[in-house]
């Protein structure tokens, strides 16, 4: 008893009755493509005035040199310091050098195009707003919710993937209330093989059910094919099973008389094992006269 309610359970699993912990919930992980890879470009030619005497790119963090008044990224100028003691433009040995806020300011204000322009991003923005704005970017690359899944997407994309097209999104099959991931559940690979399916039956007897219910239809289908009765006592027909009562009631005197062979070749082998048994006890006893076997009273 108890091993069928358990059969049972497996072959249908309820709502209730799944493993959830094979789900993840739903998350957006952001890839981790740090400031330093995105590339900005102005909306307006950079005047010269913003560009590092050493790297030649947008100031950062500008600092400008006491000896010469020339601007650098902070980093960049921090660099030639460590190989070299003199000012990279002037050559003024041991210069000074302190950070310069107008420039911070006005390169904030200047427009740029975001990062990811050539994805599809048509903002414009300003440069100080360029964090903010990849954040809320919907061109930015998140990987899909669905564990497992692994694929990379736009975030505009994510909800639409995550929910209607990935394939190892939660899934319930719509017959027999299967949860699972898609490709398993909501697939040819579940159709084939889902207990709850109806389908015609194999013989053509015209009868419609579940998969779950072949065997039990096969044993009374009236297409099937079945063994006659007289099998054993030799009868080698298969009739339908439609037809069985008819192969009865016209093979009648057929079956008596193979029925009546078997008897025959029955009672023969009987009294060949009768025999037999004879003449074993008739030893034995001529085994136990000359005193071979033991007789005990
Ligand atoms: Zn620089
Ligand atoms: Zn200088
Ligand atoms: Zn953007
Ligand atoms: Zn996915
Ligand atoms: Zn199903
Ligand atoms: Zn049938
Ligand atoms: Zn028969």
């Not at 030639?80 to 003199?86: D, L, V």
């Not at 995550?162 to 719509?174: D, G, H, L, P």
Request: proline share 4%; aromatic share 8%; charged share 25%.
């Amino acid at each position: 008893m108890a091993t069928r309610k358990r059969q049972r359970k497996l072959q249908y699993p309820s709502r209730l009755g799944r493993d959830t912990s094979a789900y993840s919930p739903p998350s957006i992980t952001e890839l981790s493509i740090s400031e330093l890879e995105l590339e900005y470009t102005f909306v307006e030619p950079l005047p010269d005035k913003y560009l590092c005497g050493i790297c030649k790119s947008v100031l950062k963090e500008p600092h400008v040199t006491e000896c010469c008044g020339q601007h650098f990224c902070k980093n960049c100028l921090e660099k030639s310091k460590s190989k070299s003691e003199s000012c990279p433009i002037c050559r003024r040995n041991k210069f000074n050098h302190i950070k310069y806020l107008p420039f911070v300011r006005e390169i904030d204000e200047l427009k740029v195009y975001c990062a990811r322009s050539s994805s599809g991003c048509t903002a414009k923005l300003e440069y100080a707003d360029r964090n903010n704005h990849d954040k809320v970017c919907e061109y930015a690359l998140v990987l899909c919710a669905n564990k497992w899944c692994g694929k990379t997407l736009y975030k505009k994309d994510l909800e639409g993937h995550s929910q209607n097209y990935c394939e190892f999104r939660e899934s319930t099959c719509q017959t027999c209330g299967q949860v699972g991931k898609y490709k398993d559940v909501g697939t040819f690979v579940h159709y084939v093989v889902c207990p709850d399916i109806i389908q015609n039956c194999p013989n053509s007897c015209g009868e419609q059910f579940k998969r779950k219910y072949s065997e039990s239809h096969n044993s009374i289908c009236p297409e099937g094919i079945v063994t006659c009765d007289f099998a054993e006592a030799g009868c080698q027909a298969t009739p339908k099973r439609k037809y069985l009562d008819s192969h009865m009631d016209t093979n009648m005197k057929q079956h008596l008389s193979q029925l009546m062979k078997a008897h025959t070749a029955m009672k023969q082998e009987h009294a060949a094992i009768k025999q037999d048994n004879a003449a074993m006890r008739k030893e034995i006893g001529t085994f136990i006269k000359r005193g071979v076997i033991p007789f005990k009273k």
